[in-house]
């Protein structure tokens, strides 16, 4: 049998232990270097912050609240974890907590510096923006599908990359997969649940139905290619690019197909039994179930690289101090940020909103530590999954009251193949050399760095990505 | 923030003159359209389309819309996984000409392909296509049985490039201007067809295609006639008024009908009964209007309304044993605008909200162009003050009496006044906040229709006679069938629309006038 799976009692001694799966012959990649893994996980609209347009922190006297309460507790490079991270705690000393960056491809090329469809596209692809009936795409591909598509050929996997998104209010993907190709994710857990453990069946023996169903799906996508190759010769130039997309799309799928046929033995997730495709589920308890197909799939070797977007929502399952019927999306409760200081019409609320933006952003804390425990209590070889990933966490602004992408939330968790050094705070504001409490700042840290150095962590030799937007080209420095 | 607020009518940038390759024809818009553009279908019309195509109503394959138009890994592996589930229906083997789980034979699959093909890509097959579909399935048939082999065939042709997208390329004809392609009579056929019903042509479509019917305007307006009294028909123009024009579906910057927000102690009228009332309601008018003739008078004045009992107690009216229609004061409600889901929707969750009510009255129902808030606009609730008797009105032009604010708000408030006397469920208040008198004048600035209302009542009489307003909404219903602004070589259809419409009072013919225009009838070569 090609595909095994460890059901209760059939594999008891798999049950309650953090197996990994792909440990024969998938932990080490085509090439002989380790397994590596990226997580990009992003949270729409961005965090308690005091940081301008231009990243100049605001005062707190006047309008705008000047709490940063992303930032550590502590100004020091060990880092001591704030107010919206303490549920990292039992993973700090794997964080990298990485403040005075900018996203330059929005702050120095958007109308105003920055506004919801610049700072969406730019986040995660530091590309270049093309605007078509008032709407911006990206001309470049997201730092997550570059590294799926290099690790898939290093460690060949069923999914070259999972997406998936706790759903609710946002303002469009940061995502692509090349120029003006937005990526979709998926927000149903069940689906995603089907998607990735249909067909793993309980017994030991070859199954010949299976192999043939597996045949003809590869001999039906062979047909659909057929047919976007009849249709390709009829359209216009402008119009490749989509014949081309869905036909390598579909190439994927043959390869999964060939690879799932390849799989090792899988522990499936638990939390699933009895669960339908569209049910109803709170942004909680999807939150988690999504967080643990990524484990999941990671543990199975079915992915090198996945994908969780956290929309900008109302935690209204959690205490809501402001009020539980003030607003019905998180981007209106955000914008409160310019009204909560001492010289604002909401400063007799101050303290409350500060606790519910403090409650809901740290819900999102929790998501990643749900990730982050995972991999870390996950052995592989001598140490853990943790050890051989990498978690990055950004949004696409800062403060999201004044739709700023300068000093945005930026933080690494794993040390990618022992490549970071963690548990550390650094600060690429230069102002805060002499002050580290200054509310000055200037920077030459671009995301295009942070994402250049995740390209040299995973072993690649690349030197820039992104536009010219940044001010320096290069990986950031300071990381390992 | 420096936004123009000039109260220019968007959307159709309309060019008097025509394109410069147009050939004017005695009372039609000149010749030209814009280049063909690869499109697929939204999941909507793919799940409407294999229904149909299957014979399974209750069929309910899913499908993801994307944000762009090129298609992600997601869509492909869900039309995958869409195909796979509609085969396990079986439901295509009974269009199958011969016993599929005998021995079969080829000709019976050539005989399938060249019935069930040609109704699944809305034209007959080219010889090419033809060939490749007998290829997969003589490829399945070396190791499969003949209904194994007929099964891959069908997953092929239900996720197959040719019925999932839609290619125009036109016909070249002498007589057209340089560039300039007639759409086909099968093209048009699907124009109509995703237009009108989210779904492929019907039989009597597509054989009025083959027949050279729809070759003419006359035939293709012939056709969308027919269309039109079709229940699917109704469903469009449904969803066209009420979730896009209104935008009580939601949008990126407002949530619907069934998600707002609402104080339960401001509003324990409110709850899930409500709010299915509020929808039913909205879409039984729409429909109610479109069945009377279409009127636009009749949407904006209308006091006829299909309520359940909590809906009645909002508008103070008896309550039906169920739902049931009724009629609303004459002095409290005219028309669309005046309903609950529209004044409900753009509220905030205690209060009315004289800014959003107005922001979408200006903006999304007669398209004037006034820019998006700025980015540090306050968006804290507008509401009464503590210990200080003034109205919401009043609040709100304190609030945006600031030159950074007026400009825009100049036009947004006096709109947004008008519906003062509804509160924030859309119930009628007489005074506010328990004494406060409520001032419902107002002004429609930057439309043809000038000059001070008193109220709701009679800026809606103003709305249904308004030529901004029908403008606007042929504007809407143009990026509705195209899912994008004109080109410059359709300013004229849209014009010529536009002009039509204006002496119209019938909603229908809007979509007539469209579907006869060269925007919706010829194609540009693809670039």
Partial sequence: MDRRMFLKGAGAIAIGLPLLEYHHGKAWGRDGTPAKRLIVTFEHGGTISPASRGGTKDNGLGEHHGWDDWGPADPGESLVLGPIHTPLESVREYC?????????????????????????????????????????????????????????????????????????????????????????????????????????????????????????????????????????????????????????????????????????????????????????????????????????????????????????IITSWLPTPYGPVAFDIGHSLHHLAREVGPKGPEAANAAKWREEMQINRRWRMTLLQRLAEGLKNTPEGAGNMLDNSLILHTSEFSDGSVHSSADIPMLLIGKAGNYFRTGRHLNYNDKAVADPKTLAYSTTASTHNVFTSVLQAFGYDDTHFGNDAATVKGPLPRLV | MGVACVGHIGGSDPDPNGGAEGTREPGSAPLDAAPARLHHLTARQYVNTVRDLLDVKDASPVLVDDEGDVPSMLLAEKLTAAAEYLVALKAHKKFVPCPV?????????????????????????????????????????????????????????????????????????????????????????????????????????????????????????????????????????????????????????????????????????????????????????????????????????????????????????????????????????????????????????????????????????????????PPTVNPTPVTHEPGKSQTIRQNVEAKTSEPVCAGCHNIVNPAGFAFEHYDGIGAWEQVEAGSLPIDWTGELRGTDVKGTFNGAIEMSQKLAESRTLKDCLVSRWFRKVFARSPAPTEAASVLEVQTNFAKSDDLKEMVLGLVQSPAFLYVRGAE
């Fill in chain 1, 96 to 312: 990298l907590l990485l403040r005075g960056i900018d996203n330059m491809a929005c702050t120095k090329k958007a109308p105003y510096g920055g506004d919801h469809g610049y700072a969406n596209v730019t986040a995660l692809t530091a590309a270049d923006v093309f605007v078509v009936d008032k709407d911006q795409s990206s001309l470049g591909p997201s730092i997550d599908h570059v590294v799926a598509q290099r690790l898939a050929e290093r460690n060949p996997v069923a999914f070259k990359e999972l997406h998936l998104m706790v759903p609710g209010h946002q303002y469009g993907t940061p995502l692509y997969s090349a120029a003006k190709s937005e990526v979709s994710s998926e927000t149903d857990p069940v689906a995603v649940f089907k998607a990735l453990f249909t067909g793993f069946t309980p017994t030991g023996m070859p199954d010949p139905e299976l192999t043939r169903i597996r045949n003809n799906k590869k001999s039906v996508l062979d047909g659909v290619m057929s047919g976007l190759g009849i249709l390709r010769k009829k359209v216009g130039k402008n119009d490749l690019a989509i014949i081309d997309a869905h036909t390598e799309h579909l190439r994927e799928l043959e390869k999964r197909i060939e690879l799932l046929a390849a799989q090792p033995t899988c522990t499936l997730p638990t939390g699933f039994e009895g669960r339908k495709v569209g049910e109803s589920l709170r942004a909680d308890v999807r939150g988690n179930l999504l967080v643990d197909l990524i484990l999941a799939a990671m543990r199975c070797g079915l992915t090198n690289v996945a994908t969780l977007q956290i929309a900008d």
């Fill in chain 2, 101 to 373: 789980d005998g021995a079969g034979s080829d000709e019976c699959a050539k005989q399938y392909i060249d019935t069930f093909a040609t109704r699944a890509f809305r034209r007959p097959l080219t010889d090419e296509e033809t060939s490749w579909l007998l290829t997969v399935y003589l490829t399945a048939k070396k190791t499969n049985t003949f209904a194994q082999s007929i099964d891959e065939l069908t997953l092929v042709i239900l996720q197959a490039p040719q019925l999932f997208y839609i290619a125009e390329e036109g016909l070249a004809e002498s007589s057209l201007p340089g560039g300039l392609r007639r759409l086909s009579g099968y093209e048009r056929a699907s124009r109509l067809s995703y237009l009108l019903w989210d779904s492929m042509p019907d039989a009597e479509l597509m054989s009025a295609a083959k027949s050279g019917a729809l070759d003419t305007k006359e035939g293709v307006a012939a056709q969308a006639k027919r269309m039109l009294s079709d229940d699917r028909a109704r469903v469009t123009l449904r969803r066209f008024v009420v979730d896009e024009w209104l935008g009580l579906a939601g949008t990126r910057t407002h949530v619907g009908i069934e998600d707002m927000v609402k104080d339960p102690a401001v509003f324990p009228v409110d709850s899930p009964t409500l709010r299915a009332g509020m929808r039913a309601e909205i879409e039984h008018l729409v429909d109610k209007v479109v069945a009377d003739g279409g009127s636009i008078k009749q949407l904006f004045t209308s006091t006829d309304a299909y309520v359940n009992a909590p809906l009645a107690k909002v508008y103070g009216v008896t309550a039906p044993s169920g739902s049931a229609w009724v009629k609303l004061d004459t002095a409290q409600r005219a028309g669309i605008l005046t309903r609950a889901s529209f004044l409900a929707v753009y509220s905030n969750p205690t209060v009315k909200s004289p800014i959003r009510r107005g922001a979408q009255l200006v903006k999304h129902l007669l398209c004037l162009e006034i820019g998006d808030p």
